[in-house]
């Protein structure tokens, strides 16, 4: 019979660990959400205070205005998040890797996919997971031939082939082109 630990090295107990390990991927999910949502609010609450964001900022306010910018430079983005790694320092530190594809449609290099690992580090505020810090790494990045957003409407379920509805009907994504003052 294997003995379960009580409290291992990284002061958590096996339940404590599954349970934050389930809080941790639910928030590499909902950053994946707000990014093809552009709920930037949202996107910036995932966030420590002291998450640094360079000549944006810190914190929440840091990552809004990182974000604000950097997604009006392309137009839809997909990311489908994959593997997750995540070991524990302590009971509210931990850091890990999340593999992502991401599906963009970039106005320079027109529609891509990408293979993305982040590298994450993560610490308790308030009760709740949040990144203290995420890099952006990148295994490649290339152009496809075709770019799906130049299809006619699909017009689900009638026809199988064609553009989606999302995420333009999506109330966050129209507010955020809304703001810049043109929706792509």
Known sequence: MVEIEVEGPDGLSPLGRVVARDEIRQLAY??????????????A????????????????AGAAALFGQS?????MAVLLVGNHLIDFDDPTHAHGQ??????????????IEQMIQ?????????????????????WYGVATAESPLTQPDADWPRRQVGRGSLPYREPSWGAFWDDAGSAR
């Open 71 to 75: 997604l009006r430079e392309v137009g």
């Open 30 to 43: 909902r950053y994946a959400a707000a990014i093809d949502r552009r709920a930037i609010e949202e996107l």
């Open 45 to 60: 609450s995932l966030f420590a205070p002291d998450a640094d964001f360079g000549e944006s900022g810190t914190g929440p």
């Open 98 to 111: 999340v593999w992502c594809r991401g599906y963009i449609d970039d106005h320079r290099d027109g529609f």
């Open 118 to 138: 982040y590298r994450d580090r993560y610490v308790v505020v308030d009760g709740q997971w949040r990144f203290t810090g995420r890099r952006h790494l990148l």
